[in-house]
């Protein structure tokens, strides 16, 4: 006996009803969150920030890698860099901040020796009194100083005789002969090109108490400087400078050790630093 199986009469099971959804104009309901996942979610959240803390941030912007990670990734050494630069930078502000307004005992002297050496080529080559005399003092003092007394008036045989002359070859020779023993004094003298943004350094080995005579300049540029010195476990920053075009005086050890100048181009063409030096010390050690 053959029977159709009618779909109508199988049995039905009951099916679970789904949480509604929608509302009542049909919007979608926002899904309901518990206390337990928001705990759950807000600690999620908070360890990975802190792992990107400790992993990423502090190891590029400080050179600070408690986890090691860092290192791996090459950021630690990044952050290094950056805090390098950060220092150096602040160390220009405040130099610039504290810079002197007035001359120097140094720079003074320099401009002493300088008058001196013009005043012995003046009088090698023979140059016109305007340039050697003494400025005429003001009105007040020029009255309470005596009358100079009138010079004699030339004999016939003085004003027949004709005037010396001075050979140009002998004038050069002697201009020659005065600067080269103004600079003879110096023991040392290197010169150094610096490239926009580069640096060089340059110390002198001595012992504690020891002092060096130096003079250097950037030839008509501005250089930043630091002069300082290190040896015997100790560290010493004697001066520092931004934008200075030259400088000359005395340089006295604190401590044996090296102790010299540290100059960088923050210009945006070439410098070329010419250092000389002389004095107390064993050895100049450049680069």
């Known amino acids: 006996m053959n029977t159709k199986f009618d779909i109508t009469r199988a049995p039905q099971t009951p099916r679970p009803e789904r949480a509604q959804t929608r509302d009542a104009a049909g919007h ?12 759950r979610s807000t600690l999620l959240a908070s ?4 792992a990107m803390l400790t992993i990423v941030y502090l190891p ?14 090459g ?4 952050g290094q860099i950056k805090q390098q ?3 150096e930078a602040e160390a220009d502000e405040a130099a610039t901040a504290n810079a002197p307004v007035t001359l120097d005992p140094d720079t003074l002297a320099r401009l002493d020796r300088i008058e001196a050496q013009l005043a012995t080529i003046s ?36 004003m027949a005789e004709p005037a010396a002359e001075v050979a140009p070859a002998a004038t ?3 201009v020659e002969a005065a600067v080269a023993e103004a600079n003879s004094n110096w023991r040392d003298e290197v010169s150094y090109t610096l490239a926009p943004g580069e640096g060089i350094e340059v110390k002198l080995a001595m012992q504690e108490g020891q002092t060096a005579r130096f003079e250097w300049t950037a030839n008509g540029a501005v250089v930043n400087y630091d002069t300082h010195g290190d040896g015997s476990g100790q560290k010493v920053s004697y001066e520092q400078g ?33 250092l000389r030096t002389a004095g107390d010390y064993a050895e100049m050690k450049a680069p």
């Open 75 to 78: 950021l630690t050494e990044m």
């Open 172 to 174: 050069a020779d002697a």
């Open 28 to 39: 979608i309901r926002g899904v309901e969150a518990t206390s337990g996942g928001l705990i």
């Open 242 to 274: 931004r934008g200075v075009p030259e400088q000359d005086g005395e340089l006295t050890a604190a401590f044996t050790g090296n102790h010299g100048w540290f100059w960088r181009n923050r210009t945006d063409a070439p410098v070329t630093v010419t």
């Open 60 to 73: 590029a912007e400080y050179g600070i890698d408690p986890t090691g990670f860092g290192a791996v990734l």
């Open 123 to 158: 009088a090698v080559i023979g140059a016109p009194s305007a340039l050697t005399e003494t400025p005429t003092p003001p009105a007040t003092e020029a009255a309470a100083a005596p009358a100079p007394e009138p010079a004699p008036a030339p004999t016939a045989e003085a």
């Open 85 to 87: 630069l950060y220092a």
């Open 47 to 50: 360890g990975a920030a802190a």
